[in-house]
């Protein structure tokens, strides 16, 4: 498999133009997730750039990969890597996101607030390759995902408008009730080179 960095350059350079207008007119988060999603499908309905070292499950845990963050935090773009039967916690966000499967397929669950405790909210969804979700406070911004495989591995690409990996948000559990603060960090110490040449 090629690895096309010039599609993720691409998609890097479209997000910081939407966020660059977005910042001058004065537009909404829903307007910017809403004109950046078009950019992801069209990123993951090529699987031929994710470089391998992205890829990378871990046996235990899925796994978050930093792809690119903007200098000023205003977004930034994760490669979630689900080895076979990996699920999160049920969580939230506290920014928007987009998620697009590059490889495989997960199931998304939604949650919502009953009386203090976090309750499904609707029929888990299946996403498979190709597709794109959005969360959000306005949205809806709790859910569990999982890979929908337990023999193999799926990958999705996830942008956010924060720099997802430093903000402080939350996992709900849901025999209990409780409420616990997280950060999720990076998995990974080195982030790409989108400035390569292009492979031939
Ligand atoms: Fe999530």
Not at 80 to 105: E, K, M, N, S
Not at 154 to 164: A, R, T, V
Not at 175 to 197: E, H, Q, R
Request: hydrophobic fraction near 40%; proline fraction near 6%.
């Amino acid at each position: 498999m090629t690895h096309n960095i010039e599609r993720l350059r691409e998609f890097v350079a479209t997000v910081s133009r939407l966020t660059q207008q977005a910042g001058t007119r004065g537009q909404d988060e829903a307007q910017l997730l809403g004109a950046a999603t078009a950019p992801l499908q069209a990123l993951v309905a090529h699987d031929d750039w994710l470089p391998a070292e992205m890829a990378q499950a871990h046996p235990d845990y899925y796994q978050q990969h930093l792809l690119y963050c903007d200098p000023l935090d205003r977004f930034s773009l994760v490669s979630f890597v689900w080895g076979p039967g990996h699920q999160t916690p049920v969580h939230d966000h506290t920014v928007w996101g987009l998620i697009g499967v590059l490889r495989g397929a997960e199931i998304d669950q939604r949650y919502r607030d009953e009386g203090g405790r976090m309750v499904p909210d609707g029929e888990p969804e299946r996403l498979s390759a190709g597709q794109v979700a959005a969360v959000s406070p306005t949205l809806g911004d709790v859910h569990r995902v999982r890979n929908a495989y337990d023999d193999r591995v799926s990958i999705s690409i996830h942008l956010y408008g924060g720099n997802i990996g430093r903000i402080r948000r939350h996992v709900f559990d849901v025999a209990t009730g409780a409420v616990k603060p997280f950060v999720s960090g990076y998995a990974n110490a080195f982030v790409p080179n989108l400035w390569a040449a292009p492979t031939a």
